[in-house]
T-cell receptor, first 110, second 113 residues
């Protein structure tokens, strides 16, 4: 069974600071996804990473994928309050199944 | 374009009752799936379908049934509700599984007493 681990699980950061969320997974996969979930809401797709070395950026968020290390990172630059949410990574297994990490709850404080 | 529509939004059941969570999508997506979300456990796949007439089990299928008679609809049936099935349920679809992200419905919050 594919395992997806995120860390940290909880992150409290000051506005203006930088930080990175890590997503490790246990089996070979070339496809990784990042989602955002606001409290009480559904999940919204942020990034789709489809190959080794893929890097995607949107605003203050940048995601990358290293398939050899089985690692993806979500980097936050100069955090603002609007980025407060829970972030999930998900890996697509060869067996038609998506496996999600446990999520990182991010709180940006003034 | 409504996307993925789930009903109901909230439901309370007594132990042993059965019910069906509805999911419909209007994007002509072949791939549809059901997840449950529990605190500290992320999302876990219950069942999925790669097209009409084809379904398969995910990580946590026990206590749930699905069918896929049309491309648009993918209902999830709880056969005999148990308190352990208290959770938030999400339906999701994709037009090309593996190269496109999942599109999620708004979720159903289920409480079993």
């Amino acid at each position: 069974e594919l395992k997806v681990e995120q860390n940290p699980l909880f992150l409290s950061m000051q506005e203006g600071k930088n930080y990175t969320i890590y997503c490790n997974y246990s089996t070979t996969s070339d496809r990784l996804y990042w989602y955002r979930q606001d409290p009480g809401k559904s999940l919204e797709s942020l990034f789709v990473l489809l190959s080794n070395g893929a890097v995607k950026q949107e605003g203050r968020l940048m995601a990358s994928l290293d398939t050899k290390a089985r690692l993806s990172t979500l980097h936050i630059t100069a955090a603002v309050h609007d980025l407060s949410a829970t972030y999930f990574c998900a890996v697509d297994s060869p067996g038609n199944q998506f496996y999600f990490g446990t999520g990182t709850s991010l709180t940006v404080i003034p | 374009n409504a996307g993925v529509t789930q009903t109901p939004k909230f439901q309370v059941l007594k132990t042993g009752q059965s019910m069906t969570l509805q999911c419909a999508q209007d994007m002509n997506h072949e791939y549809m799936s059901w997840y449950r979300q529990d605190p500290g456990m992320g999302l876990r796949l219950i069942h999925y379908s790669v097209g009409a007439g084809i379904t398969d089990q995910g990580e946590v299928p026990n206590g749930y049934n699905v069918s896929r008679s049309t491309t648009e609809d993918f209902p999830l049936r709880l056969l005999s509700a148990a308190p352990s099935q208290t959770s938030v349920y999400f339906c999701a679809s994709s037009n090309d599984r593996g190269y496109s992200p999942l599109h999620f419905g708004n979720g159903t919050r289920l409480t079993v007493t």
